[in-house]
């Protein structure tokens, strides 16, 4: 079995994602996804970008893009720049 390694997976360090949905998200929802910092697009949808612990913690910011009822468009993880070791 082949392992893959995201951003983080290994380092032990939380991964960092990309998380983009249809819709904005008003200001009173920022404490609701916790670490992740939110931004309004031009486009109409809203991108999360922040550190994911573990996949059971991804399951759960999921379950509250779901219980919003927003269309989720991508999920991205994103490269740890290690440039600097």
């Known amino acids: ?23 904005h998200l008003g200001c009173q929802w920022a404490a609701w996804f916790e670490q992740m910092t939110m931004k309004d697009e031009a486009n109409g949808e809203t991108t999360l970008t922040g550190p994911v612990i573990d996949q059971a913690a991804m399951h759960g ?25």
Do not use: C, E, F, W
């Open 1 to 23: 079995m082949s392992k893959t390694n995201h951003s983080g997976a290994d380092s032990g360090q939380p991964a960092v994602y990309q998380i983009r949905i249809k819709g």
């Open 61 to 85: 910011v999921l379950k509250k893009i779901r219980d919003l009822g927003l269309p989720l468009v991508s999920v991205i993880p994103l490269q740890s720049d290690n440039s600097d070791s």
